[in-house]
C-alpha cells in the first residue's frame, strides 16, 4: 500500500532574525543545548512559527556562526520563520522571559532576505588569559611576523593541521588590571577551515615555545588550557558580521 503524501506547509510569511547573548555561566551552554532551550521557549510562547513539509515537520529555525562551547558572546544570530506577521518588539518581549538568565535575546529584526551565514564574515574577540603581558607580547609579535603557524585541533574525522595565522586580521594584547594576566584583542575572519580564538591561543603557544627563551620571559606553553598558570582563558565574541576589508571593520547583520 503507497504511503501517503504529507501535507505541504506554507512557506514562511514573515522571516525575522534574531541577536543573543552567552553570558556567565552559561556560556558552557553547547549549540545543541541552546537550539532545545531556544525551540522550547517559542513553544511556550506560542509564536506563530512556519513548519517544514514531509513526514517530520519542524519549526523553520536556522542557526549560523554559533561560538564554541565555552565560549562567551554578545553576538549569536538565528533566524526563524513565521506563519503570520508579528512585530519584532513583540517577539523580544515573549522571549525575554522565556529563556535562562544568561541566554539573553538582544535584538530583533526583520529579514531582508539572503542567507544570514553570508554576512558573519568576521569577529572580534576579548581573550582573558593568566599570563603576563611581559610573556604574551613576544608571542604574539612572532605569530603576527610568521606566514603560517600551523596548529592542530581534534575533529570528527580525526586530528586536523591548518594555519591560524591566515584568518587574523588584527592581534594585540594589554596587561590586565591586576598586572598578572593580559587581555587580547582578537579580529578574527571567517573562512575554511573555521579558525577559532582557541587555535589562535594554540598557536601562540607554539610560536611562544620559540620566543620564550630569546625574550627572557616563560613559553606560553599551556596558554590554550590554562593548565600551567592556574586558571583557563575567557573567550568573549563582541562582534560578528560583514567585514569590510579595506577598513578592517564589522558591520551589523541585522541592519537593513
Not at 514531509?54 to 549569536?76: D, K, V
Not at 605569530?143 to 592581534?171: I, P
Not at 630569546?214 to 575567557?234: K, Q
Amino acid at each position: 500500500m503507497a504511503r501517503e503524501m504529507p501535507e505541504q506547509q506554507a512557506p514562511p510569511v514573515q522571516r525575522l532574525r534574531l541577536r543573543y547573548a552567552k553570558r556567565g555561566r552559561l556560556r558552557f551552554t553547547s549549540h545543541r543545548d541552546f537550539s532545545r532551550a531556544f525551540e522550547r521557549a517559542l513553544m511556550r510562547t506560542r509564536v506563530p512559527m512556519a513548519y517544514s513539509s514531509g513526514f517530520n515537520p519542524h519549526p523553520r529555525i536556522s542557526y549560523a556562526g554559533a561560538a564554541p562551547t565555552g565560549a562567551a558572546s554578545e553576538a549569536e544570530y538565528v533566524e526563524i520563520g513565521l506563519a503570520q506577521i508579528v512585530e519584532p518588539e513583540a517577539i523580544l518581549a515573549l522571549l525575554a522571559d522565556s529563556l535562562p538568565s544568561g541566554l539573553d535575546i538582544e535584538q530583533v529584526a526583520v529579514s531582508p532576505g539572503g542567507s544570514l551565514a553570508d554576512l558573519l564574515q568576521a569577529s572580534t574577540w576579548l581573550i582573558e588569559v593568566p599570563v603576563a603581558i611581559a610573556t604574551v607580547q613576544p608571542a604574539i609579535e612572532a605569530f603576527l611576523a610568521a606566514d603560517e603557524v600551523t596548529v592542530e585541533r581534534m575533529t570528527k574525522k580525526g586530528l586536523r593541521s591548518f594555519d591560524a595565522r591566515a584568518a587574523v586580521v588584527a592581534l594585540s594584547a594589554e596587561a590586565d588590571d591586576s598586572g598578572e594576566g593580559s587581555r587580547l584583542h582578537l579580529l578574527l575572519r571567517h573562512g575554511t577551515p573555521a579558525v577559532r580564538p582557541d587555535d589562535v591561543l594554540s598557536g601562540l603557544a607554539n610560536v611562544g615555545l620559540e620566543t620564550g627563551a630569546e625574550h627572557g620571559g616563560l613559553p606560553l606553553l599551556g596558554l590554550e588550557t590554562g593548565a600551567e598558570h592556574g586558571g583557563l582563558p575567557l573567550l568573549t565574541r563582541l562582534t560578528q558580521g560583514p567585514f569590510d576589508e579595506a577598513t578592517s571593520t564589522i558591520g551589523d547583520p541585522l541592519a537593513n
